[in-house]
């Protein structure tokens, strides 16, 4: 595809950061939240708001998580994410900014991954601050829900399952382990929600140590990656961003392919003897 010989220049001295998107886990059969087929389309996203000041609404929210973080566990890393970490392992990128939440980067082997919007591996207790694996939620969910089996079609990229309405008061949430009380939360950013100001600071410094950031499956709609395109321009460092479709960070890119990941980034790996 167009545009390759200049990315394989921009990665070719080395040290230059990802900053990754939805749209590299496509592949792996979470959608994206802006493409072509992307879940605003069909879904509306549970807010921080909601989650903090509706009991119902969390409710709701645990019941279709429930259902869909089997799928979500179940993905598996793509060739894009193969890519990246055989070109970490040869020096050309450095550290990953991802804002997905689905541990694929890390399930490729990329190491220096910082999880901007959190992961969704892990509970994060909003009373006693007890972080605990997703995993042992679910069993203790699956123990208190016998009988809650209905099948969704397709996971959201946040991890929760479309489900009638109707099913989703059979559900029953437990309480923290730790504490005995709650609200439990994924340990994700939702929607309406900050990240937390040291984890941005983290990633200006992860910026400013780095020759170049390369935005993979982005379409840069949210600030809280997009200002680290608007970072690197001020510094002058050269911004890549590979991505199907149109980004808002394209009038400040050197370089810009439009192509599916899938291709671009074994080829690139490959240019590069990576
Ligand atoms: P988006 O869905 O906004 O953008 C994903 C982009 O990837 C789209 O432009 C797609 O066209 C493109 N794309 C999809 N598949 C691709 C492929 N195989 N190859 C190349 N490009 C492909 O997702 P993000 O920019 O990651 O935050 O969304 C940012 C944040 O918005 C999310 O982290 C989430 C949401 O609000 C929170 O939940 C806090």
């Known amino acids: 595809p167009s545009g390759l010989d200049e990315l394989a220049g921009l990665v070719a001295d080395g040290d230059v950061l990802v900053l990754s998107g939805a749209g590299l886990s496509t592949d792996s059969g979470i959608p994206d939240y802006r493409g072509a087929t992307g879940s ?3 879904h509306t996203p549970m807010t921080w708001q909601t989650f903090c000041r509706d ?19 179940a993905a598996r890393p793509n060739a894009g994410h193969s890519a990246v970490a055989r070109l970490q392992r040869a020096g050309l990128l450095g550290g990953v900014i991802t804002q997905n939440v689905d541990g694929l980067h890390q399930a490729a082997g990329a190491r220096d991954v910082l999880e901007l919007h959190g992961g969704l591996d892990r509970t994060v207790c909003l009373s006693c601050g007890d972080v605990a694996p997703r995993a042992e939620l679910h069993r203790r969910l699956r123990a208190a829900n016998p009988d809650f089996g209905p099948r969704a079609d397709e ?14 008061d059979g559900f029953v949430m437990v309480d923290c382990r730790a504490c005995g009380a709650g609200p ?10 900050t990240v937390p100001r040291e984890r941005v600071d983290t990633c200006f410094r992860m910026l400013e140590d780095s020759a170049g ?7 840069l709609t949210v600030m809280s990656g997009y200002r680290f395109v608007l970072r690197a321009a001020e510094l002058g460092i050269p911004v890549g961003v590979v991505n199907l479709g149109p980004t808002r960070g394209d009038a400040r890119a050197d370089v810009r392919v439009d192509a599916p990941l899938g291709d671009v980034l074994p080829e690139l790996a490959r240019r590069c003897g990576a």
């Open 40 to 42: 605003l389309r069909r």
């Open 184 to 193: 439990l939360k994924p340990d994700v950013v939702f929607f309406g929600e």
């Open 155 to 168: 996971v959201n990229p946040d991890g929760d399952a479309e489900l009638p309405e109707e099913v989703l």
């Open 55 to 73: 009991p119902r609404g969390r409710h709701r929210y645990w019941a279709r998580s429930f259902v869909g973080w089997p799928q979500m566990a």
């Open 213 to 219: 950031l390369l935005v993979l499956g982005s379409s």
